[in-house]
């Protein structure tokens, strides 16, 4: 696994691939309070949950790619509401 900084481009295979990361765990409540009974009952914790992990609007930088690439799929960790979760059949979810 290779990590890459939010608004990173990357050329694969004729495609020209936006990467934003960022998204806000639906389990978060669950693992603060796990994080929370780890520090009670060994004194240290293993983060699993990080307070600046939502994901970052940057327009000066959607601009700034876009004057250099045409970007034909994008990547996230997060989607909008409007983008309805599927499964592999492309079958909706939830």
């Not at 290779?2 to 481009?9: A, L, Q």
């Not at 694969?12 to 409540?29: M, W």
């Not at 994901?55 to 409007?82: G, R, Y």
């Amino acid at each position: 696994m290779k990590t890459i900084p939010d608004y990173s481009v990357i050329h694969f295979k004729n495609h020209s691939i936006l990467c934003v990361g960022g998204a806000v765990s639906i389990d978060r409540i669950l693992r603060k309070q796990q994080m929370d009974e780890n520090r009670i009952k060994y004194r240290t914790i293993r983060e699993s949950f990080w307070e600046n992990e939502a994901a970052v609007f940057d327009d000066n930088k959607l601009i700034e790619i876009s004057e250099k690439h045409t970007i034909d799929t994008v990547i996230t960790h997060t989607a909008p509401s409007f983008c309805y979760l599927t499964n592999k059949r492309g079958k909706r979810v939830g």
